[in-house]
């Protein structure tokens, strides 16, 4: 509301202000609604990080769904593993991702999965009984979100781990807590309104979506790279004139290996890692 015409976040493809960010993901909750979700229904979710994922976690708040965003490597066997302690009544993938095996076999899965009835395709060409992602993007919003809104106090979201030390982990987090969260790195990173954050790490790990949970606090821009090579994200500093970067320690070393007075870095103030420790 104070910030309407601010940069929200941006990708390779699509941009946001704060006051098309608000409509769209009204439409998107709406829609989600319509299809007959349940509140506290819980969605499956693994897509590349993007200004779209920034759509559907906050449509998911606004029509009180529960995400879990799953590592955009992860295959039948890890989804599987999800889809077991989680009953999604949602499921969201690009399935051009997948070998088409592979797919048949998740598709197989997903068929038998107690309360699983709704499956959106991010993909080019929807796959036979998918929904396409602009039927959810697409139509008016509804007066049916307004009561449906995570409180304070209620889980709204489900992290999950990559099993890099172990079987995956599936972490409850209710609201409150990732917006005291968010506070706190906001505090910690002295972030403002003219800050531009580069996601340079997924989102569906704590290095990405725990620096996101800043913007309910501080309206700072997000970024969000095409890709993860260390020379484009490091020309995407320059270019859109990024001030801090949230990465990971693979990603780190990657930046740090390269010449770096070649690129134009003089306004980039901050960096954050996280997930584990930077051995450097």
């Keep these: 509301?104070?910030?309407?015409?601010?940069?929200?976040?941006?990708?390779?493809?699509?941009?946001?202000?704060?006051?098309?960010?608000?409509?769209?993901?009204?439409?998107?909750?709406?829609?989600?609604?319509?299809?007959?979700i349940a509140r506290d229904a819980r969605a499956l979710v693994q897509m590349a990080s993007?200004?779209?994922?920034?759509?559907?976690?906050?449509?998911?708040?606004?029509?009180?769904?529960?995400?879990?965003?799953?590592?955009?490597?992860?295959?039948?066997?890890?989804?599987?593993?999800?889809v077991e302690r989680i009953a999604p009544a949602l499921a969201i993938l690009a399935t051009d991702a997948f070998a088409a095996e592979e797919m048949d076999a998740i598709d197989a899965l997903f068929a038998v999965a107690p309360g699983l009835a709704h499956r959106i395709d991010l993909g080019a060409r929807p796959r036979r009984d998918w929904r396409p992602w602009d039927d959810l993007v697409e139509g008016g919003a509804s007066p049916g979100i307004s009561d449906r809104a995570f409180a304070y106090n209620e889980v709204s979201l489900i992290t999950v781990s990559s099993g890099t030390s172990g079987i995956a982990k599936l972490c409850q987090w209710p609201e409150a807590a990732q917006i005291c969260v968010g506070k706190g790195i906001g505090e910690r990173l002295r972030v403002t309104a003219e800050d531009n954050i580069g996601v340079f790490a997924p989102m569906s790990g704590a290095a990405g979506v725990l620096a996101w949970t800043v913007s309910a606090s501080v309206p700072a821009a997000y970024t969000f790279p095409a890709t993860f090579s260390p020379d484009a994200l490091?020309?995407?500093?320059?270019?859109?004139?990024?001030?801090?970067?949230?990465?990971?320690?693979?990603?780190?070393?990657?930046?740090?290996?390269?010449?770096?007075?070649?690129?134009?870095?003089?306004?980039?103030?901050?960096?954050?890692?996280?997930?584990?420790?930077?051995?450097?």
């Design 1 to 36: 509301a104070a910030y309407p015409n601010k940069l929200a976040c941006r990708d390779a493809v699509e941009t946001y202000s704060w006051k098309r960010l608000d409509e769209v993901t009204d439409d998107i909750a709406a829609n989600l609604v319509a299809l007959g």
């Design 50 to 82: 993007s200004a779209r994922e920034v759509l559907l976690r906050i449509a998911f708040k606004k029509a009180g769904i529960i995400g879990a965003f799953v590592p955009v490597q992860w295959r039948r066997r890890e989804i599987e593993y999800v």
């Design 234 to 280: 490091l020309e995407l500093v320059g270019e859109v004139g990024i001030t801090i970067i949230t990465t990971v320690p693979v990603i780190l070393a990657r930046l740090a290996a390269e010449p770096l007075d070649r690129y134009d870095l003089s306004g980039l103030r901050a960096l954050r890692v996280g997930t584990a420790a930077a051995d450097m």
